[in-house]
Nanobody
Framework: QVQLVESGGGLVQAGGSLRLSCAASGRTFSTYTMAWFHQSPGSEREFVGGISRSGDNTLYHDSVKGRFTISRDNAKNTVYLQMNSLKPEDTAVYYC??????????????????????WGQGTQVTVSS
């Protein structure tokens, strides 16, 4: 199992930047596909971006392409979400998620929350206009 703890959320003006971090417990972090989701009140949890175990492959929701960057440091058991050019509609609780890659199966970056087994508690991001 892995435990995830997000940090870095806060209040920022439109056009500003934030970097979220997600620290994972355990010694097998590099075996997990990682992702960020967000959820605003009354809405379903939505995929923001995902990253493969090695960090070589990433996938983004169209709404954040060119503005957000997901990265990971397997030596530090941490995944990051750099958010630039923030917009009021980015306001949400941001969650880090992880899922193990089964040995022998091809790794796929999935956008459904149901594909992820482990979740952090979330960090609030508020973008003011």
């Amino acid at each position: 199992q892995v435990q995830l703890v997000e940090s870095g959320g806060g209040l920022v003006q439109a056009g500003g930047s934030l970097r979220l971090s997600c620290a994972a417990s355990g010694r097998t972090f590099s075996t997990y596909t990682m992702a960020w989701f967000h959820q605003s009140p009354g809405s379903e949890r939505e995929f923001v971006g995902g990253i493969s175990r090695s960090g070589d492959n990433t996938l983004y929701h169209d709404s954040v392409k060119g503005r957000f960057t997901i990265s990971r440091d397997n030596a530090k058991n941490t995944v990051y979400l750099q958010m630039n050019s923030l917009k009021p509609e980015d306001t949400a609780v941001y969650y880090c998620a992880a899922t193990p890659v089964i040995t022998g199966l091809q790794e796929t970056l999935r956008v459904s929350p149901a594909a992820y087994a482990y979740w952090g508690q979330g960090t609030q991001v508020t973008v003011s206009s």
